[in-house]
């Protein structure tokens, strides 16, 4: 349910999709009607009105509403096919600083909009190639922004980083190799721009890594202190005569031993991870993958060791109420896994994040699905 309305989720999604093919057939019927008008009112409606200003005592004509441009820069890909399908021409033009929909789309980190580089064939090179009036080419332009509000709701500082660096190697591997290094009119590199834009970004991302780290150890230390305790004092204690444990021939003691090893070599696992984020260099390309792995196999042992802790205090119960009382082991486990339910579901968005970000970014681009050409 969405709050503040009785529709169930699935409703809404289906209303939004709905109204995303009413609004797109909607486009392709006023385009329809437009591209019967000669090229040169075509032309005047896709650059929008013009606008004069006035650069160091010269006068200048610009359009900054240029319709093409616009979709680039807000991601609205569905529109920019429609347009390229009657009209593919269109891929070469650029706005008044000589950049194209691509190169746009690269400097406002617009997914959907690069992809379509994919599926234009060799002349994509020749386009990743084309420099604006600076001489600043696809990477340069991406190394001197930093991406926009979508990345900035990430749940930390290093996971933007690690964004960061994903969309420079992309587009690294896009461009012809003689332009990776090349320099712009200020005679810069686009890593030279991209160490110096992204600077900030990188120190505050080790700030976030070494806050949230010390967190994860305190708790992990907790566990493993419990449970190596609870390792030399089993339930029900041992035989006088033999030394053995009182419920060995019980399923719920191996249980209970099994989870509390578990439960002790995860913790611990956990600790060591947690504190190999303090003595990393925290070097610009640690953000891309090693930082992240880490910080991810931190907290999935964190949770695991919690989980086999929980376990082994269930198994605990079912020792000791073997025969009376069994309703109560049965309570206790219900409660016991519910509120570690809870807890997981809403602790473990900061995992989910990490694994999606490090793992599954890859997928964003080169897309399988055509959507340009069919």
């Known amino acids: 349910m969405i709050v ?95 950049l194209t929909i691509f190169h746009i789309a690269v400097k406002h980190r617009q997914v959907n909009v690069y992809n379509l580089l994919y599926e234009i064939g060799p002349i994509k090179e020749q386009i990743t190639t084309i420099e604006d009036e600076n001489g600043n080419n696809m990477l340069h332009l991406l190394s001197e922004t930093i991406g926009p509000k979508q990345f900035q709701k990430l749940p930390g500082v290093a996971l933007q980083m690690q964004q960061e660096l994903i969309w420079f190697e992309e587009v690294k591997q896009m461009i012809p190799l003689a332009y990776r290094q090349r320099k712009n009119k200020q005679g810069e590199t686009p890593h030279e721009i991209f160490t110096k834009c992204h600077e900030k970004l990188v120190v505050d991302g080790e700030k976030w890594m070494k806050e949230t780290a010390p967190q994860c150890m305190v708790v992990a230390a907790l566990v493993a202190t419990v449970v190596f305790a609870a390792a030399f004092t089993l339930p029900g204690g041992y035989d006088q005569d033999s ?5 060995i021939q019980k399923l719920a003691l191996t249980v209970f031993v099994i989870a509390d090893a578990i439960s002790l070599i995860s913790s611990c696992t956990s600790i060591l991870f947690m504190l190999s984020l303090f003595i990393s260099r925290y070097s610009e390309q640690d953000f891309l993958e090693t930082l992240p792995k880490k910080l991810f196999a931190g907290l999935g042992a964190l949770f695991l060791s919690v989980a086999a802790m929980m376990i082994a205090y ?61």
């Open 243 to 247: 030394g053995l444990p009182m419920f």
């Open 314 to 374: 269930c198994a605990s119960f079912f020792l000791l109420y073997n025969k009376n009382f069994k309703w109560v082991p049965i309570l206790i486990t219900s409660f016991s896994f519910l509120v570690v339910e809870v807890v997981a579901f809403m602790q473990m968005q900061l995992q989910l994040d990490v694994f999606l970000l490090t793992y599954s970014s890859r997928y964003l681009f080169k897309p399988t699905k055509r959507k340009l050409y069919f």
């Open 4 to 98: 503040g309305s009785d529709q169930p989720l699935y409703e809404v999604k289906l209303e939004h999709t709905r109204r995303e093919s009413d609004a797109l057939n909607f486009l392709k019927l006023i385009w329809n009607k437009i591209s019967i008008f000669p090229n040169d009112e075509i032309e005047q409606i896709l650059q929008g009105p013009p606008l004069e200003i006035e650069k160091e005592k010269h006068k200048r004509i610009i359009y900054p509403s240029r319709v093409l441009f616009a979709a680039a820069k807000v991601g609205n890909v569905r529109f920019i096919i429609v347009i390229l399908q009657s009209y593919p021409d269109l891929i070469w033009t650029v706005d008044d600083k000589g």
